[in-house]
């Protein structure tokens, strides 16, 4: 079982930046990970998916403000969150996604971190 933690939400100004982190209990090594919201009234978006071969995906809504990274060796994806508005505010959720060579597939979540943006 896979166990993510994300951190670094809050409550920001409009224009201002947040860094998200996703802490991951196993070495994601082969995982896919990826980082979506949901804003309340709204569906679970993809922000950004990051393979395990280092392949970026960007939903438009977030392309060249939202940066996502992952680092190995701490087990650890991250979410740089630029120009932020109004209309980022949501629950920012971390997910991991094993595709096996036998086809199985694996997701995982974490429990989600509130981002709040507001003068």
């Known amino acids: 079982q896979v166990q993510l933690v994300e951190s670094g939400g809050g409550l920001v100004q409009p224009g201002g930046s947040l860094r998200l982190s996703c802490a991951a209990s196993?070495?994601?090594?082969?995982?896919?990970m990826g980082w979506y919201r949901q804003a309340p009234g709204n569906e679970r978006e993809l922000l950004a998916t990051i393979g395990s071969g280092g392949t970026i995906y960007y939903a438009d809504s977030v392309k060249g403000r939202f940066t996502v990274s992952r680092n190995n060796a701490n087990n650890t994806v991250y979410l740089q969150m630029n120009s932020l508005s109004p209309e980022d505010t949501a629950v920012y959720y971390c997910?991991?996604?094993?595709?096996?060579?036998?086809?199985?597939?694996?997701?995982?979540w974490g429990q989600g971190t509130q981002v709040t943006v507001s003068s």
């Open positions: 196993v070495s994601i090594f082969d995982y896919a």
């Open positions: 997910n991991a996604t094993l595709l096996t060579s036998w086809g199985r597939r694996y997701d995982y």
